[in-house]
């Protein structure tokens, strides 16, 4: 293809470098803020206005400092929930319902044991999530390894189950006695305490310590090397004497754990109820899927989900802000992570192809992505 | 109790089903995966009765809704057929833009339709739609099973290398198919705005899609199985959302768990009819090639 007094063309990319990944996922982000200009433009926004207000927002003031680093914990929970089983190549799309039963874990042990002090609550609270998380994320792994269904289709299927589960107790035995469409409150001993002098909870620092512990796991025990040969190539994975089943069970387990432990942090950190938004029937429960696309950013590194899940947080925190700031709509943030999503998927055709230039006339050769 | 106007209204029910089904077990069985299907119904439903509302014609609305979920079938061609990404992840992207962008798009629309976008039942309390969906699909199983365009359809989800070596162009034939899934997804989401809940609010699949897709794996892939298995889940789906039908068994249980009896019955379906000996005695007809992209010689 000639453009100006340059021909273009595609060839194929023989070894795809982490560094030419990650140019990939900048340039694909790159794309997704051009592309998401069109939603400025329908407001009659400049795209230069709307994005610095958005992110003086989120990064710029005390209020949306903190804002950004709560939602980050959530986000990084539901990132780290789809990166781990990722790393075996076990795709978790269920992070919705283990969220749901993390919610629901901590909710039901939050309102049960009133009495309890805090030290003895929070722990149970926690327990409770990670079970009732992991062991929902592992009936769909156990169906698929032995029973070969579809994971898929079992995931969004429990998704759904999940919600109207949700909807039936806080609708129904947990609902606030005032009679809205929302749980009771939880008791002060049932929630998890600020870091001084913020609106913070002590969960980021949880949040961040798995991604950290997930890292050295994945890089340095021989668990971390079976979790990696399995994604990296499972039939020598099993000449090599892994089990594909343990290993499938186990990441799943794992991250079905992380996403209820950002059951606990939504509920116990940030609101003390458990409240289905008016817009967005699935709310949070649709976060969850956020994991996948920041999962994706992140190219599976626990480490970079750290970076890219404030990023993005600030992001959808501003987006929000422009909701109240500038009269924007809502399901802008969502439609946002969407392109985002799919510009991704896309990129990703860019790790066995290249994209290669030269002026015409001249013998020497760029290469570009 | 159990009228006919229950039964109109479980039969519009089922329709939703059974047409983005359809849609669905075509681009399956041509080998590409489309779990966006709840967001092309999305998609469909808002351009549909954004059109609607603003022309009056019904018709006009649903020309519009298969168009959109055309396109965006489209899309889901160009990222899955040509640019060889990941089905599900892609059909995800899809699906949360298309849930993102119509409650952006809709909100002004928010509330019922206007009395003169609606369409008018002609034969006790059907909608002509309801008809021309029926013969959408005797259409398709016919053209898939029995006409030369079918085999090559079914060739390409197959087998996509021997289509090849047999001449077919296994690109164009799916992405005509994930187009075709994304027109029927589209038409679905019209017909649930226009026939059978004629009101905008956001979300208002409401996991139908997710129900459609399952459909297309609990019938293995076989028209006559869908055909019961879309009337069996719009049967329980408006069961569930009927107070009054519900009295008349006499049990008392909170329509939640009505809501939640298809998700759990396509889970122990699909558990039971995964096996492999029950699925090589009822003959499940999986596209051996599905969701796997076709790598060109290059």
Redesign the interface.
Known sequence: MKIGSYQFGIE?RIVCTSFDAIKIAVLSVALTFVLFSF?FWLEGISPITGYFQMFSFAFGTSTGIELTIRRMTFMLLVTLAFIFPQRAGV?N?GATGQLYAGMLAAIGIGLWGKSLGSSALIPLMVAGAILSGGILAVFVAY?RAK????E???A??????M???V??LI??PWMDPSGRPESAQLVKAARISMIPGTSVPYSIFVAIAIAVLLYFVLAKTSFGYEVRLTGANPSSARYAGVSFLKIALLTMFIGGAIAGIAGVHQTAGIRGVFRIHR????YPG?WA?YG??FG?ISLSNPLAAIFVTFFFSGMQVGTQALQSRLGM???????????L??VL??G??FYHKKIVWRKIGSQDRKKGT | MINWEFCVAFIQASMIFLLAATGELVNQRSGVLNVGLEGLMLVGALAAFAIAAKTGSPWLGFAGGMVSGGLIGLLHGFLSISLKADQTVSGMGMWILALGMTTYLGQPLSGPLPGDGRLESVIAGLTPMFFIGIVIVICVWFGLFRTKYGLWVRSAGEDPSVAVVSGLNVTRIRYICVVFGGVMGGLAGAYLTLVYNPVWSPNPTMGRGWIALAIVFFSMWRPEIMLLGSFLFGFLWHLAISPSALQFQGIDLSYHFYRMIPFIATIVVLTVISSKKISRIIGAEKPAALGKPYFDQD
């Open positions: 194929k939603f795709l799309i169906l029973m070969n269904v579809n898929i289709v079992v969004l299927m429990l998704n759904s189950i919600f109207y589960l909807k039936y609708e129904g817009y967005f029937a699935l649709t899927y996948i696309v994706l709509g809502y399901g802008a943030d969502l439609a946002f992570v969407g392109i999503m799919i998927v896309s990703q055709y």
